[in-house]
């Protein structure tokens, strides 16, 4: 079969962007087979005229949509009407130069079903961008990382330039929320072969980015969906369960110790933290973690001692906190119960990027 590429690329105002992308497309692509499809949402500043126009002398289909807004159902739309058996997806504002389409390319080309165009390779980069934009992305990463674990396949699962095989996805299985098309994508489709190559994100020179802080919100929304459509919230669940199994084990053991021992009562509350990290461990390992425990590369005892000093800092944060608390005037069980929070994120997060790596 004849390959095709079909590139979807979402608009909203993106007047002075939109012919300078096309033409660099077209010149990045000159002797491929493949079709421009830009999903405009009813923008106001004459970005449709300029796409109609475009569409005259390029390859280039425009769908406007009057009713519905968002960028990753945009996308959406664009794949429906694409003819092409590869999808390329990529910004209008000239953030991802079409200059890298031939790379996308050659990676489909060599076996890939979906190829990511990585900020974050050897060779790839985002300069220019402030602190907080910084400090944003890479929280919005490790998210990601850490709650969508089969996300960890690639170091940049959150860019929104990227292609992959159509008969990989089943389109109206996709259901995303905000901007991270990518992401519901990979997870959602079966890809065998996932590969990235570097691009660096250049600097926006028109228009603005609609970037705001509901995305951030959307996005934890969309992490939270993704992780109930992939059974994570599963394993969260499971952790859960167990921190209750171990709190119950903490508190007879201590029961046990007091009735048998005439120790201080600093040195009473000991056993029971320690047993039930033991029992917490063993319950995760087999429970929780299972399907990591045999692609493990710690042996059982490795797993041990990096969850118990794992669960060993989320006790003293647990008591860090609540002491603080308690100090600043708030009530007592108030106090310990945000602590308990706080320490189960503690122990979750670092189960899972280390003792459980
Ligand atoms: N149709 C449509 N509807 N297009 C939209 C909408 C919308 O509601 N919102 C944004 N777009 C288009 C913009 O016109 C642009 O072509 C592209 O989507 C990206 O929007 P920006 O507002 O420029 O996003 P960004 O630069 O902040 O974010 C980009 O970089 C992120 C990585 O830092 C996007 O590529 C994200 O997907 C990516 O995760
Ligand atoms: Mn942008």
Redesign the pocket.
């Known amino acids: 079969m004849k390959e095709m590429l079909s590139i979807i690329?979402?608009?909203?105002?993106?007047k002075d962007n939109i012919a300078p992308l096309v033409e660099r497309v077209h010149r990045a692509l000159s002797g491929r087979d493949f079709e421009i499809i830009i999903?405009?949402?009813n923008s106001k500043d004459g970005t449709i005229e300029i796409a109609e126009g475009l569409s005259t002398r390029y390859p280039v289909k425009l769908f406007v949509r009057r009713e519905e807004?968002?960028?990753a159902t945009?996308v959406i739309h664009g794949i429906k009407q694409a003819s092409g058996n590869i999808i390329g997806v990529m910004?209008?504002?000239l953030?991802h130069p079409p200059e890298v389409l031939p790379d996308l390319l050659k990676a489909m080309e060599g076996g890939a079903d979906i190829v990511f165009a990585s900020r974050y390779v050897e060779g790839g980069g985002c300069p220019g961008w402030d602190l907080t934009r910084k400090i944003i992305?890479k929280v919005a990463l490790m998210v990601s990382h850490i709650l969508l674990p089969s996300s960890r396949r690639v170091k940049d699962p959150?860019?929104?330039?990227f292609m992959f095989r159509r008969e990989n996805v089943t389109v109206e299985h996709l259901k995303p929320i905000g901007?991270?098309i990518s992401l519901e994508i990979m997870l959602v489709g079966s890809f065998k072969n996932v590969v990235e190559v570097p691009f660096i994100?250049k600097e926006?020179s028109a228009g603005q980015?609609?970037?705001r802080p509901q995305q951030q919100i959307d996005y934890l929304k969309h992490v939270f969906s993704l992780m109930a459509r992939t059974g994570e919230i599963k394993r969260f669940l499971k952790f859960i369960a167990v921190g209750i199994s171990g709190t119950l084990v903490n508190l007879g053991v201590l029961k046990l110790v007091t009735m048998f021992t005439g120790w201080h009562e600093n040195v009473q509350l000991i056993p029971g933290i320690e047993v039930s990290i033991i029992t917490n461990f063993l319950l995760n390992d087999f429970f929780t973690f299972a399907d990591r425990r045999t692609g493990s590369k710690l042996s059982f005892f490795g797993r041990l001692a990096k969850y118990n000093l794992v669960a060993l800092a989320g006790a003293l944060i647990n008591w860090g906190i609540a002491a603080l608390l308690v100090n600043a005037g708030l009530n007592i069980f108030l106090s310990d119960f945000i602590g308990i929070v706080i320490a189960f994120l503690w122990n979750y997060f670092f189960s899972t990027i280390w003792a459980w790596k």
């Open positions: 690329i979402p608009t909203y105002n993106e999903v405009d949402d807004k968002g960028l945009a910004d209008a504002d953030q992305s959150l860019t929104g330039f901007y991270k994100f926006r980015s609609k970037l």
